[in-house]
Protein backbone atom coordinates (compact mmCIF):
# COMPACT_ATOMS: atom_id res chain seq x y z
CA UNK A 1 0.00 0.00 0.00
CA UNK A 2 1.47 3.24 -1.35
CA UNK A 3 1.49 6.17 1.11
CA UNK A 4 -0.68 9.16 1.33
CA UNK A 5 1.11 12.38 -0.16
CA UNK A 6 0.95 15.33 2.22
CA UNK A 7 -2.20 17.97 0.98
CA UNK A 8 0.42 20.77 0.06
CA UNK A 9 2.94 18.20 -1.66
CA UNK A 10 0.37 16.83 -3.46
CA UNK A 11 -1.41 20.09 -4.44
CA UNK A 12 2.31 21.60 -5.70
CA UNK A 13 2.79 18.36 -7.84
CA UNK A 14 -1.12 18.63 -9.57
CA UNK A 15 -0.22 22.60 -10.16
CA UNK A 16 3.05 22.03 -11.79
CA UNK A 17 1.85 19.06 -14.09
CA UNK A 18 -1.38 20.91 -15.06
CA UNK A 19 -1.63 24.48 -14.27
CA UNK A 20 -4.49 25.91 -13.80
CA UNK A 21 -7.20 22.66 -13.21
CA UNK A 22 -6.43 20.19 -10.19
CA UNK A 23 -5.79 16.63 -11.84
CA UNK A 24 -8.55 14.86 -12.73
CA UNK A 25 -9.81 11.24 -13.87
CA UNK A 26 -13.24 10.16 -14.51
CA UNK A 27 -14.40 6.20 -13.62
CA UNK A 28 -17.62 4.84 -15.52
CA UNK A 29 -19.58 2.57 -13.27
CA UNK A 30 -22.71 0.36 -14.20
CA UNK A 31 -24.50 -0.73 -11.76
CA UNK A 32 -26.07 -4.20 -13.44
CA UNK A 33 -28.72 -4.72 -10.80
CA UNK A 34 -31.73 -6.61 -10.55
CA UNK A 35 -34.39 -3.83 -11.32
CA UNK A 36 -32.75 -2.25 -13.81
CA UNK A 37 -29.03 -0.90 -15.04
CA UNK A 38 -27.65 2.19 -13.98
CA UNK A 39 -24.65 4.20 -14.95
CA UNK A 40 -21.93 6.21 -12.73
CA UNK A 41 -19.44 9.03 -14.05
CA UNK A 42 -17.44 10.34 -11.34
CA UNK A 43 -15.30 12.98 -11.31
CA UNK A 44 -12.36 12.76 -9.51
CA UNK A 45 -9.58 14.93 -8.52
CA UNK A 46 -5.82 13.52 -6.94
CA UNK A 47 -5.32 16.92 -5.15
CA UNK A 48 -5.89 15.92 -1.83
CA UNK A 49 -4.60 12.98 0.85
CA UNK A 50 -7.32 10.99 -1.01
CA UNK A 51 -9.34 11.12 -4.19
CA UNK A 52 -12.11 13.86 -3.84
CA UNK A 53 -15.04 13.86 -5.36
CA UNK A 54 -15.82 16.30 -7.59
CA UNK A 55 -19.32 15.63 -9.59
CA UNK A 56 -21.29 12.64 -11.26
CA UNK A 57 -23.41 12.13 -14.33
CA UNK A 58 -26.02 9.67 -13.52
CA UNK A 59 -28.29 7.11 -15.87
CA UNK A 60 -30.87 4.62 -15.69
CA UNK A 61 -32.43 2.10 -17.74
CA UNK A 62 -35.12 -0.55 -17.42
CA UNK A 63 -35.26 -4.07 -17.25
CA UNK A 64 -32.30 -5.39 -15.41
CA UNK A 65 -29.55 -7.59 -17.58
CA UNK A 66 -30.75 -10.90 -15.81
CA UNK A 67 -34.54 -10.32 -17.20
CA UNK A 68 -32.85 -11.14 -20.74
CA UNK A 69 -32.60 -14.64 -19.74
CA UNK A 70 -30.93 -16.55 -22.60
CA UNK A 71 -31.05 -13.39 -25.07
CA UNK A 72 -27.18 -12.23 -24.18
CA UNK A 73 -27.04 -9.66 -26.95
CA UNK A 74 -30.33 -8.24 -26.21
CA UNK A 75 -28.77 -7.53 -22.38
CA UNK A 76 -25.41 -6.32 -24.07
CA UNK A 77 -27.57 -3.70 -26.64
CA UNK A 78 -29.73 -2.46 -23.25
CA UNK A 79 -26.13 -0.61 -21.93
CA UNK A 80 -26.16 1.56 -25.27
CA UNK A 81 -28.19 4.01 -23.57
CA UNK A 82 -26.23 4.27 -20.67
CA UNK A 83 -22.97 4.64 -22.46
CA UNK A 84 -23.70 7.22 -25.13
CA UNK A 85 -24.44 9.28 -22.22
CA UNK A 86 -21.09 8.60 -20.68
CA UNK A 87 -19.60 9.52 -24.16
CA UNK A 88 -21.47 12.83 -24.31
CA UNK A 89 -20.79 13.43 -20.72
CA UNK A 90 -16.59 13.17 -20.80
CA UNK A 91 -14.09 15.59 -22.73
CA UNK A 92 -13.23 13.32 -25.84
CA UNK A 93 -9.59 13.81 -24.87
CA UNK A 94 -10.20 11.77 -21.51
CA UNK A 95 -12.43 8.69 -23.33
CA UNK A 96 -9.43 6.39 -23.79
CA UNK A 97 -8.12 7.16 -20.04
CA UNK A 98 -11.23 6.50 -18.43
CA UNK A 99 -11.89 3.19 -16.81
CA UNK A 100 -15.39 1.51 -17.27
CA UNK A 101 -16.91 -1.53 -14.92
CA UNK A 102 -19.91 -3.33 -15.46
CA UNK A 103 -20.88 -4.95 -11.91
CA UNK A 104 -23.97 -7.40 -11.89
CA UNK A 105 -25.52 -8.32 -8.23
CA UNK A 106 -27.68 -10.72 -6.63
CA UNK A 107 -30.59 -10.71 -10.20
CA UNK A 108 -27.44 -12.10 -12.29
CA UNK A 109 -26.75 -14.35 -9.50
CA UNK A 110 -29.79 -16.19 -9.43
CA UNK A 111 -30.12 -16.66 -13.22
CA UNK A 112 -27.16 -19.11 -13.19
CA UNK A 113 -23.75 -19.53 -14.38
CA UNK A 114 -24.48 -20.56 -18.16
CA UNK A 115 -26.64 -18.02 -18.64
CA UNK A 116 -24.74 -15.36 -17.09
CA UNK A 117 -21.65 -15.92 -18.12
CA UNK A 118 -23.39 -15.50 -21.66
CA UNK A 119 -24.49 -11.94 -20.84
CA UNK A 120 -21.46 -11.01 -19.11
CA UNK A 121 -19.18 -11.87 -22.21
CA UNK A 122 -21.53 -10.03 -24.57
CA UNK A 123 -21.08 -7.07 -22.56
CA UNK A 124 -17.51 -7.24 -22.66
CA UNK A 125 -17.16 -7.63 -26.26
CA UNK A 126 -19.68 -5.00 -27.28
CA UNK A 127 -17.83 -2.43 -24.80
CA UNK A 128 -14.33 -3.53 -26.34
CA UNK A 129 -15.38 -3.34 -29.83
CA UNK A 130 -17.83 -0.06 -29.68
CA UNK A 131 -16.57 1.92 -27.07
CA UNK A 132 -13.74 3.68 -26.32
CA UNK A 133 -13.23 3.13 -22.43
CA UNK A 134 -11.00 0.95 -21.42
CA UNK A 135 -12.79 -1.83 -19.25
CA UNK A 136 -10.78 -3.22 -16.45
CA UNK A 137 -9.14 -6.65 -16.67
CA UNK A 138 -9.98 -8.43 -13.94
CA UNK A 139 -13.52 -8.20 -12.88
CA UNK A 140 -14.22 -5.67 -14.85
CA UNK A 141 -17.51 -7.25 -16.08
CA UNK A 142 -18.82 -9.50 -13.42
CA UNK A 143 -21.09 -10.84 -11.07
CA UNK A 144 -19.73 -8.69 -7.89
CA UNK A 145 -19.49 -10.72 -4.92
CA UNK A 146 -22.23 -9.97 -2.13
CA UNK A 147 -18.66 -8.83 0.14
CA UNK A 148 -17.62 -6.77 -2.44
CA UNK A 149 -20.73 -5.13 -2.59
CA UNK A 150 -21.85 -4.61 1.04
CA UNK A 151 -17.76 -3.43 1.93
CA UNK A 152 -17.79 -0.84 -1.08
CA UNK A 153 -21.47 0.33 0.35
CA UNK A 154 -19.61 0.68 3.33
CA UNK A 155 -16.74 2.48 2.09
CA UNK A 156 -18.94 4.81 0.17
CA UNK A 157 -21.10 5.84 3.35
CA UNK A 158 -17.98 6.56 5.28
CA UNK A 159 -15.77 8.48 2.77
CA UNK A 160 -18.72 10.57 1.66
CA UNK A 161 -19.28 11.09 5.97
CA UNK A 162 -15.34 11.81 6.02
CA UNK A 163 -15.01 9.13 8.32
CA UNK A 164 -11.57 7.66 5.73
CA UNK A 165 -10.50 11.11 4.49
CA UNK A 166 -8.09 11.62 7.34
CA UNK A 167 -4.61 9.87 8.25
CA UNK A 168 -5.93 9.45 11.61
CA UNK A 169 -8.20 6.71 12.61
CA UNK A 170 -12.18 8.22 13.14
CA UNK A 171 -14.71 6.46 14.36
CA UNK A 172 -17.01 4.46 11.10
CA UNK A 173 -20.84 3.52 10.76
CA UNK A 174 -22.36 0.60 10.09
CA UNK A 175 -24.14 0.30 6.77
CA UNK A 176 -27.34 -1.93 6.20
CA UNK A 177 -28.82 -2.32 2.11
CA UNK A 178 -31.33 -3.77 1.08
CA UNK A 179 -31.99 -4.58 -2.89
CA UNK A 180 -34.03 -6.70 -4.64
CA UNK A 181 -32.33 -9.92 -4.25
CA UNK A 182 -30.17 -9.69 -1.50
CA UNK A 183 -29.59 -7.28 1.39
CA UNK A 184 -25.75 -6.36 2.88
CA UNK A 185 -25.23 -5.76 6.75
CA UNK A 186 -20.84 -4.61 7.00
CA UNK A 187 -20.11 -2.64 9.98
CA UNK A 188 -16.72 -2.53 12.29
CA UNK A 189 -17.26 -3.85 15.35
CA UNK A 190 -16.22 -2.85 18.46
CA UNK A 191 -13.54 -4.72 20.16
CA UNK A 192 -14.03 -7.33 22.97
CA UNK A 193 -11.20 -9.29 25.00
CA UNK A 194 -8.85 -8.56 22.10
CA UNK A 195 -10.76 -9.93 18.95
CA UNK A 196 -13.68 -8.19 17.18
CA UNK A 197 -14.96 -10.76 14.04
CA UNK A 198 -14.34 -14.39 14.60
CA UNK A 199 -12.57 -15.35 11.52
CA UNK A 200 -14.20 -16.59 8.21
CA UNK A 201 -15.65 -15.54 5.25
CA UNK A 202 -17.40 -12.52 7.33
CA UNK A 203 -14.48 -11.46 8.33
CA UNK A 204 -13.17 -8.73 6.24
CA UNK A 205 -9.88 -6.87 7.04
CA UNK A 206 -8.66 -3.19 4.71
CA UNK A 207 -6.39 -0.45 4.68
CA UNK A 208 -7.50 3.21 3.49
CA UNK A 209 -5.10 6.05 4.46
CA UNK A 210 -2.65 3.70 6.43
CA UNK A 211 -4.74 2.62 9.19
CA UNK A 212 -6.61 -1.07 9.58
CA UNK A 213 -10.46 -2.27 9.52
CA UNK A 214 -11.53 -5.24 10.49
CA UNK A 215 -15.07 -5.40 9.26
CA UNK A 216 -18.17 -7.62 9.83
CA UNK A 217 -20.17 -8.60 6.19
CA UNK A 218 -22.83 -10.60 4.95
CA UNK A 219 -24.73 -10.75 2.43
CA UNK A 220 -28.15 -12.37 2.91
CA UNK A 221 -29.42 -13.82 -0.71
CA UNK A 222 -32.55 -14.25 -0.85
CA UNK A 223 -34.19 -11.61 1.87
CA UNK A 224 -33.59 -8.69 -0.87
CA UNK A 225 -37.56 -7.07 -1.10
CA UNK A 226 -38.57 -9.15 -3.92
CA UNK A 227 -37.36 -12.72 -2.62
CA UNK A 228 -38.43 -11.64 0.45
CA UNK A 229 -41.60 -11.47 -0.89
CA UNK A 230 -41.74 -14.41 -2.71
CA UNK A 231 -40.94 -16.25 0.35
CA UNK A 232 -43.69 -14.31 2.29
CA UNK A 233 -46.14 -15.24 -0.54
CA UNK A 234 -44.51 -19.43 -0.46
CA UNK A 235 -45.14 -19.10 3.29
CA UNK A 236 -48.60 -18.89 3.70
CA UNK A 237 -49.92 -21.50 0.64
CA UNK A 238 -47.39 -23.77 2.68
CA UNK A 239 -48.90 -22.97 6.20
CA UNK A 240 -52.54 -22.06 5.31
CA UNK A 241 -54.36 -19.89 7.83
CA UNK A 242 -58.28 -20.23 8.69
CA UNK A 243 -60.73 -17.90 6.93
CA UNK A 244 -60.31 -15.16 8.17
CA UNK A 245 -63.00 -11.85 8.02
CA UNK A 246 -65.88 -13.52 6.39
CA UNK A 247 -63.46 -14.39 3.15
CA UNK A 248 -64.62 -17.38 1.42
CA UNK A 249 -61.52 -19.66 0.10
CA UNK A 250 -62.20 -21.88 -3.37
CA UNK A 251 -60.31 -24.35 -3.97
CA UNK A 252 -56.47 -23.27 -4.54
CA UNK A 253 -56.93 -19.66 -2.75
CA UNK A 254 -54.89 -19.13 0.22
CA UNK A 255 -55.87 -16.61 2.99
CA UNK A 256 -52.99 -13.35 2.91
CA UNK A 257 -52.73 -11.55 6.10
CA UNK A 258 -50.42 -8.66 4.57
CA UNK A 259 -52.62 -7.60 1.55
CA UNK A 260 -55.89 -5.34 1.19
CA UNK A 261 -58.97 -7.33 2.54
CA UNK A 262 -60.54 -8.60 -0.89
CA UNK A 263 -57.77 -8.24 -3.09
CA UNK A 264 -56.88 -11.69 -5.35
CA UNK A 265 -53.10 -11.86 -6.64
CA UNK A 266 -52.25 -14.83 -8.80
CA UNK A 267 -49.23 -17.01 -7.95
CA UNK A 268 -47.02 -19.65 -9.62
CA UNK A 269 -45.03 -21.68 -6.89
CA UNK A 270 -41.93 -23.22 -8.20
CA UNK A 271 -43.65 -26.61 -8.75
CA UNK A 272 -45.62 -24.93 -11.31
CA UNK A 273 -49.15 -25.23 -8.96
CA UNK A 274 -51.49 -21.97 -10.13
CA UNK A 275 -52.81 -20.55 -6.75
CA UNK A 276 -54.48 -17.34 -6.01
CA UNK A 277 -53.76 -15.37 -2.74
CA UNK A 278 -56.73 -13.51 -1.19
CA UNK A 279 -55.88 -10.60 0.93
CA UNK A 280 -57.43 -10.39 5.15
CA UNK A 281 -55.35 -7.00 6.26
CA UNK A 282 -53.87 -8.05 9.26
CA UNK A 283 -55.85 -8.76 11.84
CA UNK A 284 -54.00 -9.24 15.45
CA UNK A 285 -50.65 -8.72 13.64
CA UNK A 286 -50.77 -11.48 11.61
CA UNK A 287 -48.85 -10.31 8.94
CA UNK A 288 -45.99 -9.27 11.64
CA UNK A 289 -46.21 -13.51 12.35
CA UNK A 290 -45.81 -14.26 8.49
CA UNK A 291 -43.28 -12.28 8.18
CA UNK A 292 -41.05 -13.14 11.24
CA UNK A 293 -41.88 -16.88 10.48
CA UNK A 294 -38.93 -16.57 6.87
CA UNK A 295 -36.12 -15.26 9.27
CA UNK A 296 -35.73 -19.11 10.94
CA UNK A 297 -34.26 -17.46 14.22
CA UNK A 298 -34.57 -20.77 15.82
CA UNK A 299 -32.63 -22.48 13.12
CA UNK A 300 -29.40 -24.07 14.99
CA UNK A 301 -26.35 -21.37 14.94
CA UNK A 302 -23.03 -22.72 14.72
CA UNK A 303 -20.94 -20.33 15.84
CA UNK A 304 -22.71 -17.75 18.46
CA UNK A 305 -23.90 -15.21 18.01
CA UNK A 306 -26.28 -15.24 15.11
CA UNK A 307 -28.29 -12.78 13.64
CA UNK A 308 -30.76 -14.46 11.57
CA UNK A 309 -31.33 -17.88 9.40
CA UNK A 310 -28.43 -19.38 11.13
CA UNK A 311 -25.64 -16.80 9.98
CA UNK A 312 -23.12 -15.89 12.36
CA UNK A 313 -23.46 -11.65 13.64
CA UNK A 314 -21.60 -9.74 16.33
CA UNK A 315 -24.59 -7.58 18.15
CA UNK A 316 -25.38 -5.00 15.62
CA UNK A 317 -26.63 -3.13 18.66
CA UNK A 318 -24.12 -3.59 21.08
CA UNK A 319 -20.79 -3.61 19.13
CA UNK A 320 -21.65 -0.29 17.12
CA UNK A 321 -21.69 2.68 18.85
CA UNK A 322 -22.04 5.28 16.75
CA UNK A 323 -24.51 5.89 13.67
CA UNK A 324 -26.32 2.84 11.50
CA UNK A 325 -27.35 3.76 7.90
CA UNK A 326 -29.69 2.24 6.02
CA UNK A 327 -30.33 2.71 1.93
CA UNK A 328 -32.08 1.24 -0.92
CA UNK A 329 -35.36 0.20 -0.83
CA UNK A 330 -35.21 1.16 3.51
CA UNK A 331 -35.45 4.53 2.28
CA UNK A 332 -37.74 4.45 -0.75
CA UNK A 333 -40.46 2.66 1.66
CA UNK A 334 -40.37 4.72 4.34
CA UNK A 335 -39.42 8.02 3.01
CA UNK A 336 -42.92 9.17 0.90
CA UNK A 337 -44.66 8.57 4.99
CA UNK A 338 -42.56 10.82 6.85
CA UNK A 339 -40.36 13.57 5.41
CA UNK A 340 -40.66 12.91 1.54
CA UNK A 341 -37.93 11.24 -0.92
CA UNK A 342 -37.01 14.84 -1.78
CA UNK A 343 -35.69 15.08 1.80
CA UNK A 344 -32.04 12.50 0.88
CA UNK A 345 -31.16 11.53 4.38
CA UNK A 346 -33.65 11.73 7.27
CA UNK A 347 -33.79 8.85 10.39
CA UNK A 348 -36.19 7.21 12.53
CA UNK A 349 -36.47 4.68 15.48
CA UNK A 350 -37.40 1.03 14.98
CA UNK A 351 -40.40 1.72 17.05
CA UNK A 352 -41.78 4.60 14.48
CA UNK A 353 -40.96 2.29 11.76
CA UNK A 354 -43.57 -0.19 14.02
CA UNK A 355 -46.21 2.31 14.02
CA UNK A 356 -45.54 3.28 10.87
CA UNK A 357 -46.42 -0.46 9.77
CA UNK A 358 -49.31 -0.23 11.79
CA UNK A 359 -51.31 2.42 10.32
CA UNK A 360 -50.48 1.34 6.73
CA UNK A 361 -51.60 -2.31 7.32
CA UNK A 362 -55.35 -1.09 8.29
CA UNK A 363 -55.28 2.21 5.79
CA UNK A 364 -57.24 0.22 3.69
CA UNK A 365 -60.28 -0.30 6.22
CA UNK A 366 -60.59 3.85 6.36
CA UNK A 367 -59.35 4.43 2.99
CA UNK A 368 -55.92 5.52 4.36
CA UNK A 369 -57.22 8.49 6.38
CA UNK A 370 -54.01 8.91 8.22
CA UNK A 371 -52.29 9.68 4.75
CA UNK A 372 -54.63 11.40 2.70
CA UNK A 373 -52.99 15.11 3.18
CA UNK A 374 -49.67 13.94 1.77
CA UNK A 375 -49.57 13.22 -2.14
CA UNK A 376 -46.85 10.93 -2.14
CA UNK A 377 -48.18 9.20 0.23
CA UNK A 378 -50.94 8.72 -1.33
CA UNK A 379 -49.38 7.84 -4.33
CA UNK A 380 -47.62 4.60 -3.13
CA UNK A 381 -50.79 3.82 -1.38
CA UNK A 382 -52.13 3.59 -4.81
CA UNK A 383 -49.16 1.59 -6.53
CA UNK A 384 -48.56 -0.95 -4.76
CA UNK A 385 -50.84 -3.56 -2.86
CA UNK A 386 -47.49 -5.03 -1.35
CA UNK A 387 -47.16 -1.90 0.70
CA UNK A 388 -48.55 -3.34 4.07
CA UNK A 389 -45.85 -6.49 3.31
CA UNK A 390 -43.12 -4.90 2.21
CA UNK A 391 -42.82 -2.53 5.41
CA UNK A 392 -43.71 -5.46 7.56
CA UNK A 393 -40.62 -7.11 6.16
CA UNK A 394 -38.09 -4.40 6.80
CA UNK A 395 -39.52 -4.04 10.00
CA UNK A 396 -39.06 -7.50 10.46
CA UNK A 397 -35.57 -7.76 9.18
CA UNK A 398 -34.41 -4.76 11.44
CA UNK A 399 -36.17 -4.84 14.92
CA UNK A 400 -36.58 -9.16 14.34
CA UNK A 401 -33.67 -10.16 12.04
CA UNK A 402 -31.22 -8.02 13.37
CA UNK A 403 -32.73 -7.33 17.18
CA UNK A 404 -32.27 -3.66 16.55
CA UNK A 405 -33.45 -2.07 19.58
CA UNK A 406 -36.77 0.02 19.05
CA UNK A 407 -35.24 2.92 20.77
CA UNK A 408 -32.03 2.89 18.29
CA UNK A 409 -32.70 5.62 15.60
CA UNK A 410 -31.61 4.51 11.93
CA UNK A 411 -30.13 6.77 9.41
CA UNK A 412 -32.13 6.45 6.27
CA UNK A 413 -30.01 8.61 3.32
CA UNK A 414 -31.03 8.38 -0.24
CA UNK A 415 -27.72 10.78 -1.09
CA UNK A 416 -25.12 11.98 0.99
CA UNK A 417 -23.28 15.82 -0.34
CA UNK A 418 -25.21 15.16 -3.38
CA UNK A 419 -23.99 11.76 -4.13
CA UNK A 420 -25.84 8.27 -3.94
CA UNK A 421 -25.68 6.08 -0.86
CA UNK A 422 -24.43 2.02 -2.26
CA UNK A 423 -21.66 0.48 -3.54
CA UNK A 424 -20.91 2.05 -6.35
CA UNK A 425 -18.55 5.18 -5.00
CA UNK A 426 -16.27 2.61 -2.95
CA UNK A 427 -15.95 0.37 -6.39
CA UNK A 428 -14.95 3.34 -8.40
CA UNK A 429 -12.26 4.02 -5.33
CA UNK A 430 -10.85 0.55 -5.61
CA UNK A 431 -10.79 1.00 -9.44
CA UNK A 432 -8.31 4.06 -8.80
CA UNK A 433 -6.03 1.95 -6.94
CA UNK A 434 -5.27 -0.36 -9.53
CA UNK A 435 -3.04 1.76 -11.81
CA UNK A 436 -2.84 5.15 -13.37
CA UNK A 437 -5.08 5.26 -15.94
CA UNK A 438 -4.68 9.03 -17.10
CA UNK A 439 -2.25 9.18 -20.31
CA UNK A 440 -2.00 12.63 -21.08
CA UNK A 441 1.67 13.08 -18.93
CA UNK A 442 4.35 11.22 -18.28
CA UNK A 443 4.30 12.29 -14.72
CA UNK A 444 4.18 9.59 -12.42
CA UNK A 445 1.61 9.16 -9.49
CA UNK A 446 1.39 7.22 -6.50
CA UNK A 447 -1.83 5.11 -6.34
CA UNK A 448 -4.84 5.79 -4.13
CA UNK A 449 -3.62 4.55 -0.16
CA UNK A 450 -6.59 2.18 -0.07
CA UNK A 451 -6.91 -1.66 -0.59
CA UNK A 452 -8.63 -4.25 0.46
CA UNK A 453 -6.98 -7.11 1.57
Not at 85 to 94: D, G, H, S
Not at 167 to 172: D, G, H, P, S
Not at 186 to 210: C, K, L, W
Not at 431 to 438: A, P
Request: hydrophobic letters at 40%; charged letters at 20%; a negative charge.
Amino acid sequence: MARAWPRDIRSAHCAKAYPGRPLIQYVLMVDAGSMGSRIHAYKFNYCNATPELESETFGHTEPGLSSYGGDAEGAAHSLDKLLDTALRTIPEYLHSSTPIAVKATAGLRLLGVEKSNRILAAVRERLQSIYPFPVIDEQGVAVMDGADEGVFAWVTVNYLLDRLNSLEKKATVAILDLGGASTQVVFEPQIVDGHSVAQGTHRYPMNFNGNEYVLYQHSHLGYGLMMARAQINDYVVKNPLRTLRGVKLAKNEYAHPCLPVGHRQNMVRESGQNVVLVGVSDPGGLCRSVVEAIFYKKKQCHLSPCSFNGVYQPSLHASVEDDIYAFSFFFDLTAPFRLGSATVAQEMTIAELEQLTDRVCVGDEDGFKDFQNSTEAMKEVRKSTDLCMDLSYIYGLLEHGYSVPKERKIKLAKKLKGYETGWCVGASIAVLEERDWFKGSDVEREPIPFSLN
